[in-house]
């Protein structure tokens, strides 16, 4: 079985508990080790690894980054995680599950940069990179050991010793056929990991529960255990007939991702499906009044992010999430695509206003979904002939902002309302 060192390059045909060459215990075995070539790269814990990084009195310490008590867990490092806290955790029941942890408000500028550094290392080893978010991207090497004088596996290796080198955080890989493998390979040996799954793939899935599946969240997961179905080998087993009389249109698909098929290739062009913005309360909100304030702020962000992807609206989104975690979603059409924060603002104050009736909301959030491309937005229109007075005035806005900064122009929609007796 070929083996490597994931700490030196040293390659066999057997597989070694310590390196020959330089004593390592990191290796890595598998019969096709040297044959696959799609790779999932997962950075580890990645927001809490940056601020280990930058205060090592911190390494053995739990680290929680997110937000206030109201807030929600962006990350926590592997000694948190021992304690039970994860990702998307209200903040109050991380701490209450790890009252010691150090609590690091978010840095994203410095997050972003640390990203930008390890996908430039991913775009030296091959140019078919696809990133699936801030922290992971999956990666197709086929074709590049004339290039690197090395196989994919070897190049991997490197690549994440240099990331630990340059970056000074650590990464997680997965080597296997398709993307679906790659992924679950790099979820197996996590922290600092490297795994690998070839021919024996099926066979591993059998007996995993049907919840492993990327795409299968809870309410699935709990909808497929009703009927039956609590394995992946017991969807795998599923004829494509079978399987769409089960689960509809896409069952064929569900049933071949069981048995860790994926026909999707590794695209540098990944489309943008959504873009959206969202902010938790210090405190419950339930007014309609209170609740607009913070959703005009939001409609100005989204508006800049659209026009940063250079897309426009089709649709707007509303995502509200109630004192007890109830999360609600409601979708507008647009007549016609924009990026005006006020146009946006208009479509979902209808949907806000059919929710706001007393419940008491943590969490208010816009989306724009479907997306449309950028020139096609605020076209001029003889049925709205303030269109593109409207359109002008927000070019004036987002001119004087480059300039003199964001808190050049506020629109009083969105400051905070003042208490009595204040001028």
């Not at 903040?91 to 390890?118: E, G, N, S, T, W």
């Not at 040996?189 to 899935?205: H, I, N, Q, T």
């Not at 979902?348 to 969490?363: C, H, I, M, N, Y």
């Amino acid at each position: 079985m070929p083996a490597l060192c994931r700490d030196c390059d040293h390659a066999a045909a057997a597989a070694f508990a310590a390196c020959p060459a330089c004593g390592s215990r990191r290796a890595v075995a598998h019969p096709e080790l040297f044959a696959l070539a799609v790779a999932h790269v997962d950075c580890d814990a990645f927001y809490a690894s940056v601020e280990k990084r930058d205060r090592p009195d911190l390494l053995t310490k739990p680290v929680i980054v997110g937000g206030g008590r109201r807030g929600v867990v962006a990350a926590a490092c592997y000694v948190a995680r021992t304690r039970g806290v994860k990702s998307a955790m209200p903040m109050f029941k991380a701490l209450a599950a790890c009252p010691d942890a150090v609590v690091i408000k978010p840095d994203m500028q410095k997050y972003v940069a640390v990203a930008r550094h390890v996908r430039a290392l991913m775009e030296a080893l091959t140019p078919l990179v696809q990133p699936l978010s801030i922290d992971e991207a999956a990666l197709d090497l086929s074709g590049t050991a004339a290039l690197h004088k090395a196989p994919p596996a070897v190049v991997l290796a490197r690549f994440a010793r240099q990331v630990e080198r340059e970056a000074g955080i650590t990464v997680s890989i997965g080597l296997a056929r398709n993307r679906l493998l790659a992924k679950l390979a790099a979820e197996r040996d996590k922290p600092r990991g490297f795994a690998v799954l070839g021919s024996e793939a099926a066979e591993w899935l059998a007996d995993k529960p049907v919840g492993l599946l990327p795409g299968i969240g809870p309410a699935f997961a709990k909808k497929l255990q009703a009927a039956g179905f609590t394995r992946l080998g017991q969807l795998a087993a599923l004829d494509p007939r079978e399987a769409a009389r089960r689960f509809g249109e896409d069952g064929p698909a569900l049933a071949a991702r069981a048995r860790g098929e994926d026909s999707r290739r590794v695209s540098p062009d990944r489309e943008t499906k959504s873009i959206s913005a969202e902010t938790t309360f210090d405190t419950d909100l339930r007014s309609v009044e209170e609740l607009e304030r913070p959703l005009w702020r939001l409609c100005e962000k989204l508006s800049r992010r659209l026009k940063e992807k250079e897309l426009a609206a089709g649709g707007v989104v509303l995502k509200l999430k109630t004192a007890g975690f109830e999360t609600r979603s409601r979708h507008a059409r647009l007549a016609r695509p924009t990026r005006l924060p006020e146009t946006l603002f208009r479509a979902v104050q209808p949907l806000l206003a059919k929710e706001a009736t007393g419940s008491a909301f943590r969490l208010i959030g816009i989306g724009a979904q479907p997306l449309a491309p950028g020139d096609a937005a605020d076209l001029p229109d003889l049925a709205d002939p303030d269109a593109a007075r409207r359109a002008a005035k927000w070019q004036a806005v987002d001119a004087l902002r480059a300039r003199f900064g964001a808190e050049a122009v506020v629109s009083g929609r969105g400051l905070p309302r003042k208490g009595p007796g204040s001028a």
